[in-house]
């Protein structure tokens, strides 16, 4: 670490501990328990519906586009943020009804400005609320083409979606599934070259996917795990009294006249070697609460960077011009930007986007009012 000043490498090393992928839509943490994803049977349920994407996409840009063979695979946040690049596209949307749990879809800016200038038949397409808007319906299109076909034989009846949310940052600031999540990663070959178009579902939305299609790990019904839990505290029990036949004598289990008296039945169990005994006492399993804490170790990373000084900048709007045109600029020259009068200002923290704002006048001096935090930084607040 330099004297006065950190890099963004350290500064995303030293919060490594602090996940800012786990928002759902209401801005809270949501934890994801760990399932088994059943890899074979998500990756024939993508290749069938690949050239359904090709389809969708011809029918939008008029242009002729191939989904090539798409691959899918488990990974974490960690492993996924090294495959994409450091500014993406990502469109957050999860389902609304039959399945829970988080579902992302993200693409390379270049992917992104190269469908919305088919689409809108523009050139140099710039990634604007309308360009976003674009990209929200190619997704939902793909989506619409998922739900179809998950809810194919009534597995999944009413299978829906929350309307898509695209948005244009940083990738260490796109909400990502927590833990382990299966990824969808389709080719997508437009002129000649090709992009990638990947699709994350956390692992309960993985596995809801894979048992609707005939595939998932079979779950152990209560009945089984109370079965279970009973043969075993049978077992322990003649294996700790060293007499498997003890379950045979009533009177050595504390109930020497139970038998003897008429018009009463005790209730009794089965071990192992086929002896009655009395049946064990079966308590219901408590589960631990799985809300993500974060250790004194994640608190103590923060602390680490406290006192260090970042550089801030109010961005009032941004613009494009060819080189003829700045090169003709004078004293008096006015330069519109991409902003309408009274839209608020980005506020940026080492160029990176953390809030929003309005221009204020404070003794003769320009500053800016804080009126919305991005959801990304709001969580990493929170957990200091």
Known sequence: MSEGSISQEEIDALLSGVDTGGLNASGSTKADPQIAIDIPTLSKFADDIKDKLSANLNTMTGTEIKAESPTVEELDRNQFLA??????????????????????????????????????????????????????????????????????????????????????????????????????????????????????????????????????????????????????????????????????????MGQPNMMAQPGMMPQMGVNMNGMIGTPPNVQSLQFPNLQPVMGSAEQGNIGLIMDVFMEMTVELGRTKKTIKEILGMGEGTIIELDKLAGEPVDILVNHKPIAKGEVVVIDENFGVRVTEILPAIEHVTSQM
């Open 83 to 252: 495959k994409i690049p450091e500014t993406v596209v990502a469109v957050m949307h999860d389902f609304s009804t039959g399945l829970s749990g988080d579902h992302l879809f993200v693409m390379a800016p270049e992917f992104a400005q190269k469908l919305v200038g088919l689409i809108n038949k523009e050139d140099n397409a710039s990634l604007d609320d309308m360009a976003l808007s674009v990209i929200s319906e190619v997704v939902s299109n793909h989506s619409g083409t998922e739900i179809t076909s998950l809810s194919a034989g009534g597995k999944l009846p009413g299978l829906a979606a929350n309307p898509p949310e695209a948005v244009n940052q940083p990738k260490a600031m796109v909400r990502m599934p927590q833990n382990k999540f299966a990824l969808f990663t389709y080719p997508i070959t437009i002129d000649g070259t090709t992009f990638n178009l990947w699709e994350a579902v956390s692992s309960s939305v993985a596995d809801g996917m894979a048992r609707a299609l005939g595939g998932g790990a079979a779950p152990a019904t209560p009945a089984q795990d109370a079965a279970s839990l009973g043969m075993g505290a049978m077992m322990g029990g003649a294996q700790m009294m060293g007499q498997p036949n003890m379950m045979a004598q009533p009177a050595m």
